[in-house]
């Protein structure tokens, strides 16, 4: 049996979110080179550890915290993108225009996410809950992800 796949019109704007999630990474990845320099953690180091942190001056301590606060954000990202894409190429088949819309606002909420996660102010990386919304946007994708799939088997 085969099936004949039919991509709506509108299925651009999902593309084009699609997209957008990869320019929000390599944002977030040049933010976190800046915030590694700024720390001066070398590479490899994925983040400053407690004893770097621990011998640093105050200063540098902020410096090294911001480091590893970028790098948690651009981190939990690329850990939650694949899903992401999947869900939204998918939910696209039936919802363009819905997905696409919740593709563009989990992109947004990354971004507000990744900024208020490295905000000077916060403390315990509590700035993250700026783009808390990224959750909603990427669970209302993986329901319409799945309602598309049970349509196409019932």
């Known amino acids: 049996m085969s099936l004949i796949l039919t991509v709506p ?12 999630t990869f320019w929000v990474a390599n944002w977030q990845g040049i933010r976190t080179t800046h915030f590694r ?8 180091h994925p983040y400053a550890s407690a004893s770097q942190m ?13 480091f590893n606060c970028s790098q948690r ?7 939650n993108q694949p899903s992401l894409l ?8 039936r919802y363009p225009v819905a997905a696409s819309a919740l593709g563009l606002g ?4 990354r971004i507000l996410y990744a ?26 994708l993986f329901g319409l992800a799945t309602f598309v799939g049970y349509k196409m088997v019932v």
């Open 73 to 79: 954000a651009h981190a939990n990202f690329l850990e």
């Open 9 to 20: 019109q509108e299925y651009g704007y999902v593309v084009l979110s699609a997209a957008a």
């Open 115 to 140: 900024l208020g996660y490295t905000r000077p102010s916060g403390t315990e990386g509590k700035g993250r809950l700026w783009g808390g919304a990224f959750w909603l946007c990427q669970w209302a």
């Open 86 to 93: 999947a869900a939204l190429l998918i939910a696209g088949l």
């Open 37 to 44: 320099q700024d720390a001066g953690v070398p590479y490899p």
């Open 106 to 109: 989990w992109s947004v909420s």
């Open 54 to 66: 621990a011998a640093a001056t105050p200063d540098q301590k902020q410096k090294m915290y911001l």
